[in-house]
């Protein structure tokens, strides 16, 4: 199978501090891949190299063939993100937001309207799309961002916490939406989330990441083989000493990001 995104000794430093230690992975085309870590791990970080918003301390990237340093144009194109706080302009109408990404992603005139339909379709909000986005609920946001995401055709989507702040009968329709992205159109889902049992339902591959390093990866099922477990949650606290969700600074203000989102 090919690699749609290869990731070789990837290093990032702050100073004296070094978030991301040597890590190297890879994500085959067509897959789910979950990328899972307790608060600090260094999820963010690896993501914001990935998607060319933090420049790495050194190591190599490659989307789809292109050298995400060197070729940083194409790389973009071939990617799209939903990043874990919301972007979208209330004061435009669900359609408007779209159009104004589809424009800065030059997707060309004459294929827009048809392109942003399908996008708006695929997540259900089609009928509402001359609502403005300060009257979305905070799942119809989530599902719009993702539409957006979408409108220049992506071969793979980073989706950085997709479901946080949400309850769970929207998070458990943006994973339908996701999963069809995914079967219908073969796009690629990178994807963070502290739900661990979304992750279990959803991934093909899993990598674990605990103070910058990778420290364990494979298929749920290799996983849980590997740390004598019965579920991801159960290997992840195993491998981590830590539970996902647990109570510090950082998820008091994912709290607080998730309650604003649902405003
Ligand atoms: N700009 C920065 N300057 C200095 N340190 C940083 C910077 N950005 C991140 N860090 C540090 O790097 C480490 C990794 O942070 P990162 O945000 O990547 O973690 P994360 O796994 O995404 O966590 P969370 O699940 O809380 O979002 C943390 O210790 C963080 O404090």
Redesign the pocket.
């Known amino acids: 199978m090919q690699n749609i995104l290869s990731v070789q000794s990837l290093i ?1 430093k ?2 004296d ?1 070094t ?2 230690k040597n890590i190297s992975f890879n994500v085959e085309a067509g897959s789910i891949f979950a990328f899972l ?12 190299m990935l998607t060319t918003v ?1 420049k790495p301390t050194s190591g190599e990237i490659i989307i789809n063939g292109f050298n995400v340093l060197k070729e940083q144009d194409k790389a973009r194109a071939s990617f799209g993100i939903v990043f ?1 706080d919301p972007s979208l302009d209330d004061e435009l109408t669900a359609y408007e937001n779209v159009v104004y990404h589809a424009v800065v992603y030059k997707v060309p005139k004459k294929e827009r309207a048809e392109r942003i339909q399908k996008a708006l379709e695929i997540v259900g909000l089609w009928d509402r799309r001359e609502d403005y986005v300060k009257n979305y609920s905070g799942g119809m946001k989530r599902r719009l961002e993702i539409a957006r995401a979408l409108v220049h055709y992506p071969k793979i989507l980073f989706l ?2 997709p479901t946080v702040g949400l309850d769970p009968q929207t998070r458990n329709s943006i994973w339908d939406h996701i999963k069809k992205l995914n079967e219908e159109r073969n796009m690629t889902i990178f994807l ?1 989330t ?1 739900y661990m049992e979304e992750a279990e339902a959803i991934a093909d591959q899993v990598a674990v ?1 605990d103070h ?1 390093k990778i420290i364990e990866s494979g298929t749920v099922e290799e996983i849980k083989r590997q740390t004598e477990t019965e579920s991801l949650e159960e290997a992840f606290l195993k491998l981590t000493g830590r539970n996902i969700r647990d109570d510090n600074g ?2 008091r ?2 709290m607080m990001r998730g309650m604003g989102r649902m405003r």
Do not use: C, M, W, Y
């Open positions: 990032k702050f100073d501090f978030a991301v870590g307790p608060n600090g791990a260094g999820k963010s970080t690896t993501i914001k933090l874990q950085d916490e963070t502290h990441i910058g950082t998820s203000k994912r």
